[in-house]
């Protein structure tokens, strides 16, 4: 079968198969014949034939056969039912893909991994949908899923979010979750024009590798949580004034602060994610 990034292949199988492009469903597929054998290459450090991947939302599969060829096991959920005949005859060359229908925001990926997966290591690699980008990554990594690193093509302006330095500008609360779970790193920029149809933003890769062992211990992650999405819910107001919406009163926020020697005035993007582990520590206490 030729290359399924080739324009004209694309378009006689989706047109035979009557399938019209959901932009509900984030559906931008993957035409520039670069990106997947990349993605494919670095999405799993130091492991080899040996692993599995999970796949989110395999499209027509051009990925897929890239991590086919790679992978021992590959498992693609895919939400769109129209798209299951296309994939049974674009992967019919790969037994070892298994594709489920459903929404990776339910599924129970744990027990999809343990069902399909042979005990093999396993990573993930996806051209996410960009309507679930956040909740997507936030529900792998906090669902602690056995994964060794999530490699995703997401749109440039989540990448430098989500890879961003905790206490810097570019900070938000996925940086900081992020960073609890994981080592994150821009891998390269994917121009709008590699996708069909073209989004209206170019993209990056990111590779998350997740940590072995948090790099700070977090007493209550609960807690963490609801003082980070606080902090940064109202960004440009001072900690003193944002964390009342964690349900703390003014009194107690500014003792907490003052023992943990923060200024009453520093912002949520000032704060390292060991200050924000302090925090947490300091709020159980009250
Ligand atoms: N991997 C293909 C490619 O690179 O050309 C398609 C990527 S496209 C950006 C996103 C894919 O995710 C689409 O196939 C879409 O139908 C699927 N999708 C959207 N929401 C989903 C969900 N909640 N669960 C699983 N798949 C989903």
Redesign the pocket.
Do not use: W
């Given at each position: 079968m030729p290359a399924l990034t080739d324009l004209n292949t694309v378009r006689e199988i989706l047109s035979r198969h009557g399938f019209s492009f959901s932009k509900a469903?984030?559906?931008?597929?993957?035409i520039n014949p670069s990106v997947c054998p990349r993605m494919a290459q670095l999405c799993h450090p130091e492991l080899d034939g040996e692993f599995a991947v999970l796949e989110?939302?395999?499209?027509?599969g051009?990925?897929t056969k890239e991590l086919a060829q790679v992978a021992k096991r590959v498992i693609s959920?895919?939400?769109?039912t129209r798209?299951l005949p296309i994939l049974k005859e674009t992967l019919a060359d790969y037994p070892n893909v298994t594709v489920i229908n459903g929404?990776?925001?339910k599924l129970d990926l744990a027990a999809v991994l343990k069902e399909h997966a042979e005990g093999l290591p396993v990573v993930v690699c996806?051209?996410?949908?960009y309507y679930?980008t956040s909740p997507l990554l936030m529900r792998l990594l906090e669902s602690r899923l056995p994964v060794e690193a999530i490699t995703v093509l997401v749109q440039k302006e989540a990448a430098v979010r989500l890879c961003a330095q905790p206490a810097t500008r570019e900070c938000g609360a996925v940086t900081l979750a992020v960073r609890y779970f994981a080592e994150p790193e821009i891998l390269f920029s994917v121009s709008r024009g590699s996708f069909l149809p073209a989004p209206k933003v170019d993209s990056s890769v990111i590779r998350l590798r997740l940590h072995d062992k948090p790099p700070c211990e977090i007493a209550d992650e609960a807690l963490f949580f609801r003082l980070v999405h606080a902090a940064f819910g109202q960004r440009r107001k001072t900690l003193s004034n944002s964390l009342g919406a964690a349900g703390y009163t003014k009194e107690q926020i500014i003792t907490v602060l003052q023992a943990a020697e923060l200024s009453p005035t520093a912002r949520a993007e000032e704060l390292t994610l060991a200050q924000f582990a302090a925090l947490t520590k300091l709020f159980l206490t009250i």
């Amino acid at each position: 079968m030729p290359a399924l990034t080739d324009l004209n292949t694309v378009r006689e199988i989706l047109s035979r198969h009557g399938f019209s492009f959901s932009k509900a469903l984030g559906q931008n597929f993957l035409i520039n014949p670069s990106v997947c054998p990349r993605m494919a290459q670095l999405c799993h450090p130091e492991l080899d034939g040996e692993f599995a991947v999970l796949e989110i939302g395999p499209g027509i599969g051009v990925l897929t056969k890239e991590l086919a060829q790679v992978a021992k096991r590959v498992i693609s959920i895919e939400l769109d039912t129209r798209l299951l005949p296309i994939l049974k005859e674009t992967l019919a060359d790969y037994p070892n893909v298994t594709v489920i229908n459903g929404d990776a925001m339910k599924l129970d990926l744990a027990a999809v991994l343990k069902e399909h997966a042979e005990g093999l290591p396993v990573v993930v690699c996806a051209n996410l949908p960009y309507y679930i980008t956040s909740p997507l990554l936030m529900r792998l990594l906090e669902s602690r899923l056995p994964v060794e690193a999530i490699t995703v093509l997401v749109q440039k302006e989540a990448a430098v979010r989500l890879c961003a330095q905790p206490a810097t500008r570019e900070c938000g609360a996925v940086t900081l979750a992020v960073r609890y779970f994981a080592e994150p790193e821009i891998l390269f920029s994917v121009s709008r024009g590699s996708f069909l149809p073209a989004p209206k933003v170019d993209s990056s890769v990111i590779r998350l590798r997740l940590h072995d062992k948090p790099p700070c211990e977090i007493a209550d992650e609960a807690l963490f949580f609801r003082l980070v999405h606080a902090a940064f819910g109202q960004r440009r107001k001072t900690l003193s004034n944002s964390l009342g919406a964690a349900g703390y009163t003014k009194e107690q926020i500014i003792t907490v602060l003052q023992a943990a020697e923060l200024s009453p005035t520093a912002r949520a993007e000032e704060l390292t994610l060991a200050q924000f582990a302090a925090l947490t520590k300091l709020f159980l206490t009250i």
